[in-house]
């Protein structure tokens, strides 16, 4: 599986940005996706996820009622639509992509992904 990422920018604060990750796949069922953000100097953090079958959504407490997480299976593209934006949301954004079988668990933990897009930068000023 090929990861893509597009739509990363720099933004004023209160901003927003609308981050894409294409997935090329034989197919995108059964592909568990999660977005991950790594700041200078900081480790990569989970920011969401989506479960293959788009049933559940997990978010970051960071991100929530900011941040929404969206896929379409038939373009094999997962969104993350991100508003009010600050600068300590500057980092570069990562998809990452897992098979499973589970229909609904997320997983936040970046070992559990086994595909990785080569990121976006997004840069927040205030």
């Known amino acids: 599986v090929q990861l893509v990422e597009s739509g990363g920018g720099s933004v004023q604060a209160g901003g927003s940005l609308r981050l894409s990750c294409i997935a090329s796949a034989g197919t995108f069922r059964s592909i568990g996706v999660g977005w991950f953000r790594q700041a200078p100097g900081k480790d990569l953090e989970f920011v969401a996820g989506v479960s293959w079958t788009g049933v559940s959504i997990v978010y970051a407490d960071s991100v929530k009622r900011r941040f929404t997480i969206s896929r379409d299976n038939a373009k094999s593209t997962v969104y993350l639509q991100m508003n009010s934006l600050s600068p300590e949301d500057t980092a570069v954004y990562y998809c990452?992509?897992?098979?499973?079988?589970?229909?609904?668990?997320?997983?936040?933990?970046?070992?559990?992904?086994?595909?990785w897009g080569q990121g976006t930068q997004v840069t927040v000023s205030s």
């Open positions: 990452a992509a897992r098979y499973t079988n589970q229909p609904i668990r997320i997983s936040n933990r970046p070992d559990e992904y086994e595909y």
